[in-house]
């Protein structure tokens, strides 16, 4: 299969670097959320992100583009074809765990998981399979997620924890990160259920990486765990980013639609302008069944300008 989809960390100089290739191969450019610089030639789109930064490279050049321009002309090295060699480990089976919704006042926690080994790896590759938070589209979110879940041979877990539930659990584990820990134990142990012989699961970096350790030994779950900075470098990991995503924008546009106003992502502005028309058409208990009550926006939209002690995620 033609690879149709590159994505390949970079340096602040290899970015400057690659920009001024793609100005001398003619690119036209033209300006994207959350990019450096964003180019197109023929059916050829090339992305930098900020974060990172990182090339992303789409369309059916990509593998011409990659030998013959990024390779050479910018990273200095010949990388492709060889990404078993360079990271054996994203090949070899294991679990992929990330999460949605975490920092979204509005919406459910979600985390996934996913199952991968080396043919599933390099047909996710194919499929253009990225960490979502650099996917803008609902609609693109909802395709490659199909993608993900139709990869013969893969296996998937979603855990989707409720606005009202979470209230309730994060009052009783007394902060998020306990209640993530046990969120992404309930996912590892969901996927071993299903692939008891796979070694090992990988996860983002917690803030105190013994808290999922304790989670896992509560389930009864024994995995060699692996958690690092920036896990959706990792196949798994990014695509298990991309279900807890689609499952999160599924129940914000099935609510928004259901209680008659729309709500927004994030804890911005919108967000609490969003909170107090909830409260109007619906009570403070309706916010409660939409909204995770421990952010500082609770206490603003209640008018408790010394914030009650509440903290954001």
């Not at 001024?20 to 059916?43: I, N």
């Not at 090339?55 to 990273?75: A, C, M, W």
């Not at 054996?88 to 996934?112: R, T």
């Not at 499952?247 to 909170?275: I, N, Q, Y």
Request: charged share 25%.
């Amino acid at each position: 299969m033609a690879l149709t989809s590159h994505t390949a960390p970079l340096t602040p100089a290899q970015a400057k670097l690659l920009r001024q290739s793609l100005e001398d191969h003619g690119f036209d450019f033209e300006t994207k959320p959350y990019t450096l610089y964003a180019a197109k030639k023929g059916k050829l789109n090339v992305a930098v992100y900020e974060k990172g930064p990182k090339v992303l490279v789409q369309g059916k050049d990509t593998e011409d583009f990659i030998r013959f321009i990024l390779e050479p002309e910018v990273l200095g090295e010949a990388k492709l074809g060889y990404e078993e060699i360079a990271d054996p480990e994203m090949f070899a089976p294991h679990f992929g765990i990330d999460e949605s919704g975490k920092g979204d006042y509005f919406g459910p926690l979600v985390i996934a998981g996913v199952y991968t080994d080396a043919a599933i790896t390099r047909q996710l590759m194919a499929a253009g399979v990225m960490d979502s938070k650099r996917i803008s589209s609902a609609k693109k979110i909802r395709d490659v997620a199909a993608r993900i879940r139709d990869t013969p041979g893969i296996v998937t877990a979603v855990v989707a924890i409720g606005p009202e539930r979470y209230n309730e659990m994060h009052t009783s584990f007394g902060n998020l990160n306990r209640l993530l820990a046990w969120g992404h134990a309930r996912t590892i142990e969901s996927l071993v259920r299903q692939r008891p012989d796979c070694p090992r699961a990988l996860s983002d970096q917690f803030a105190k990486p013994e808290v999922l350790a304790r989670a896992l030994k509560k389930q009864g779950v024994e995995i060699q765990l692996d958690q690092r900075t920036k896990g959706e470098s990792d196949i798994a990991v990014a695509a298990a980013s991309i279900l807890a995503r689609e499952r999160f924008v599924d129940w914000m546009d099935k609510t928004s639609e259901s209680g008659g106003v729309r709500l927004p992502l994030g804890a911005s502005e919108a967000v609490v302008e969003a909170a107090i028309q909830v409260v109007e058409r619906h009570g403070l208990p309706g916010l409660g069944k939409v909204a995770k009550l421990h952010f500082k926006t609770t206490a603003r939209v209640c008018g408790d300008s010394n914030g009650s002690g509440m903290d954001s995620a």
